[in-house]
């Protein structure tokens, strides 16, 4: 008898940074309307290992605004901070092969270390400067723990070469991590799984299938998927990266950009039918903004016609927002 076909599995995957705004809320809505129009389970999962950026209480109010909007899941909410013996466990048996190994650098020696630093940007790439000669790092009882608060962090070596798989709507995808980030961190200085292993451990063990986010997480996506690989996880997640929310200046939506948190709408007394309304008119559903429930908007969804321009937030649109 041939298997049963599995049920997708989505997740919406929330950091409770307490900025959930309206960037966040058209990839949210769209993941969420994607899984119930295609009949994916829908798991919520809080990704509270993000050290500094995670606010006291964030989680609650992350989960408030997601059914404020009309957002329901299948299962959870499931706190990555709850059990770290997952991490832990592929941290090992990436160590074990010698395919993981400590780094004590500071931000500063790295960047003494580059002969061209790019000024200003977030991520510096790794020049290397711990990597083991040979290209494997012998794990032993010496090493330092793996997830230890003594100011190591533990890095992949990555090789030199492209590493590409399959997006819903950037097609073929490749990239060069070595080139890019070079060896990047698995595990933190702070003892913490870092965020691009976490995910892959939590993709794989929770069962998820379709992985939809935004679009500033597709060079992340390269590095899940040579971890993937590493770890001898199976099939990869389906992945779409769906474009971002941009402010008037043509900067990625920020706080720059005025308030644009969905808390903020919320506590102003606006309907979260106009804010589903306005989400509905960026994903291209509707002509103009209107007011709509969720439901609405996943039926208007065609799901092999998703937005593919990156969204711009007009001044007029904040007018749009804030009359009620
Ligand atoms: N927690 C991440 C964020 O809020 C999303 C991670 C992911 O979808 O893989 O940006």
């Not at 809320?25 to 290992?49: P, V």
């Not at 000669?133 to 608060?149: S, V």
């Not at 043509?250 to 589903?276: I, N, Q, S, W």
């Amino acid at each position: 008898m041939p298997e049963p076909e599995r049920q997708p599995v989505t997740r919406l995957a929330p950091s409770p940074t307490g900025a959930l705004h309206l960037g966040n809320a058209l990839t949210f809505m769209t993941n969420w309307a994607l899984a119930r129009r295609l009949g994916w389970r829908i798991l919520l999962r809080i990704e509270d290992l993000d050290g500094p950026r995670i606010k006291q209480g964030s989680d609650g109010q992350a989960i408030a605004l997601l059914r404020w909007l009309g957002i329901d899941w299948d299962e959870g909410p499931v706190y990555q901070s709850a059990d770290l013996a997952p991490y832990r466990a592929a941290l090992q048996s990436l160590a074990e092969r010698g395919v993981i190994y400590p780094c004590t650098a500071t931000r500063r020696e790295i960047a003494a270390a580059l002969s061209a630093p790019n000024a200003g940007e977030h991520e510096l790439r790794y020049p290397g400067l711990h990597r083991p000669a040979g290209g494997r790092y012998r794990f032993d009882a010496d090493a330092p723990p793996l997830l230890g608060d003594d100011g190591t962090c533990w890095r992949l070596i990555v090789p030199d070469e492209p590493v590409a798989f399959e997006d819903a709507l950037h097609g073929q995808y490749s990239v060069n991590i070595q080139q890019q980030v070079g060896d990047f961190v698995v595990a933190t200085k702070a003892g913490l799984p870092a965020y691009q292993l976490a995910v892959v451990v939590d993709d794989a063990r929770q069962g998820v299938t379709q992985v939809v986010r935004g679009d500033d997480l597709l060079d992340s996506a390269a590095r899940q998927v040579l971890l993937y690989r590493l770890l001898g996880l199976g099939e990869l997640p389906s992945y779409t990266h769906l474009p971002l929310v941009y402010g008037p200046d043509g900067l990625r939506l920020a706080k720059r950009h005025g308030d644009t948190r969905l808390a903020t709408y919320r506590d102003a007394g606006m309907p979260a039918e106009r804010v589903v309304g306005l989400l509905a008119y960026y994903a291209g559903l509707t002509d103009t903004p209107r007011p709509m429930p969720a439901d609405a908007f996943a039926e208007r969804l065609d799901p092999g016609r998703l937005y593919r321009e990156p969204v711009r937030l007009t001044d007029e649109d904040d007018r749009w927002l804030r009359q009620s």
